[in-house]
């Protein structure tokens, strides 16, 4: 594997459901970051971790909680969501942070 | 804060025709700029940057340029292939930021 990885690529949930999204780096980075991308609206940072330190969370609602246990990998816990967080969530990464980011191919999440 | 404005699309062109995407910026200092291309499917790839006024960055037959006068990074291509059909992101970093604010996105659709 190389590059950004994220599994699943497509997931469909209930509203009581928890699941977890999962992201995977292979290219020896320290910082990782999680997006949302909405239909019709700007990319949106959720968090940022650098060293596995979370260093940024966007007013992000604690329905999402984010886990980073070593800097290749991160993950997205969800539970209890809504129908209007449906949408394609994108992890990135890079060398460190505030560097160019490379980002993974998304996850795509319908809460139903 | 820090935006970004890019051309409404979506956009269609013909196989061979000349590309502009337009992208102007709002930020204090000096940002550094991007553009990103999303392919179908999959994440954001970077395609072009540009760290300081007058830069000009190019990738693929793309280019785009700097310009603090009118805080533009205009996207242009000479010939568009079918290929090239996805969403094209302007982003900026501000200086001393680690955050990438992104625009809205530009489709761009090449019929052969």
């Known amino acids: 594997e190389t590059g950004v990885t994220q599994t699943p690529r497509h997931l469909v949930m209930g509203m009581t459901n928890k699941k977890s999204l999962k992201c995977e780096q292979h290219l020896g980075h320290n910082a990782m970051y999680w997006y949302k991308q909405s239909a019709k609206k700007p990319l949106e940072l959720m968090f940022v971790?650098?060293?596995?330190?979370?260093?940024e969370n966007n007013s992000v609602p604690s329905r999402f909680s984010p886990e980073c246990p070593n800097s290749s990998h991160l993950f997205l816990h969800l539970h209890t969501l809504q129908p209007e967080d449906s949408a394609l969530y994108l992890c990135?990464?890079?060398?460190?942070?505030?560097?160019?980011?490379?980002f993974g191919p998304g996850t795509r999440l319908t809460v139903t | 804060g820090d935006s970004v404005t890019q051309m409404e699309g979506p956009v269609t062109l013909s196989e061979e025709a000349f590309l502009t995407i337009n992208c102007t910026y709002t930020a204090t200092g000096y940002p550094s700029l991007f553009w990103y291309v999303q392919y179908p499917g999959e994440g954001l790839q970077l395609l072009l940057k540009a760290t300081k006024a007058d830069d000009k960055g190019s990738n693929k037959g793309f280019e785009a340029t700097y310009r603090k006068e009118t805080t533009s990074f205009h996207l242009e291509k000479g010939s568009v292939q079918v290929s090239d059909s996805a969403v094209y992101f302007c982003?900026?970093?501000?200086?001393?930021?680690?955050?990438?604010?992104f625009g809205k996105g530009t489709k761009l659709s090449v019929i052969p």
């Open positions: 990135a990464s890079s060398q460190v942070k505030g560097n160019e980011q490379y």
């Open positions: 971790y650098n060293f596995k330190e979370q260093t």
């Open positions: 982003a900026l970093r501000g200086a001393g930021s680690y955050q990438l604010t």
